[in-house]
């Protein structure tokens, strides 16, 4: 399968110079003619282009001293093409809030967009998910497509900037609890947040004389769903 109407076949004529027409049919009986329906034929009897077994006769029309005549039938196959993964190409992805997101794809054969449940049917890996973390979504080819393809796709973590605070001490003291605060205001989210970074905290820059320290991301983790980016140093 290619996606082109197959060519109509050669035939040798000898005598007769009378014009040659074809019709393919999709039973070996030769009762039912191709279709767009059943073939994607242009019109009933006329060349198929989608994969299936077909059947093709030759008709030379009557000419001079020569009556008509029919050819018996010859098969043939259109074979279903190969799915590759990279007919799968994804698209942005949602960015973690959350909620559940479904993956963003799509299926080409060069400048051809494949249909879903006509072209190809999805196998695992398109359900919906809620965190951020590879997941292989599989399709299975139908139709004039076979074998299967499969791509990695992901939710996008969510950036989120730590704006530490500005801490002091004096000398030969412990340090202070180093504060932060974010630009998360979405109150769900910000919670979802803080039960991601748990108990880890941020560093600095490691020393005891006077003087200034830099504040570093140091220990604090919000795991996948979250990107940190540390914005300024007080």
């Known amino acids: ?48 282009k989608n994969a299936g077994d077909y059947w093709v006769t030759a008709t030379v029309a009557a000419s001079g001293d020569y009556g008509s005549a029919t050819s018996v039938a010859k098969n043939f196959t259109i074979s279903q093409k190969d799915l590759t993964d990279d007919m799968i190409t994804l698209g942005t992805q949602a960015t973690y809030d959350g909620t559940a997101h479904d993956p963003v ?73 180093l504060t932060y605060n974010t630009d998360i205001s979405d109150t ?16 600095r820059v490691a020393g005891e004389d006077v003087g200034m320290y830099a504040i570093k991301l140091g220990e604090l983790k919000a795991g996948n769903n979250f990107k940190l980016t540390l914005a300024t140093t007080p």
């Open 105 to 177: 794809y799509s299926v080409k054969d060069g400048a051809t967009v494949l249909t879903k449940g006509i072209d190809y049917t999805e196998i695992s890996g398109y359900n919906s998910v809620t965190n951020v973390g590879n997941t292989t979504l599989k399709i299975s080819g139908a139709g004039n497509y076979k074998g299967t393809a499969q791509k990695d796709w992901s939710l996008v973590a969510k950036d989120v900037t730590i704006t530490p605070d500005a801490k002091s001490k004096t000398y030969g003291d412990a340090d202070p609890e």
């Open 188 to 203: 769900t989210l910000k919670g979802k947040f803080n039960a991601a970074v748990g108990t880890t905290k941020l560093g």
């Open 1 to 48: 399968y290619d996606g082109n109407i197959v060519t109509d076949p050669a035939v040798s004529q000898s005598g007769s110079t009378g014009a040659v027409t074809y019709t393919y049919y999709t039973n070996e009986d030769c009762t039912t003619e191709t279709t767009n329906a059943n073939s994607g034929a242009a019109s009933d009897g006329a060349a198929p």
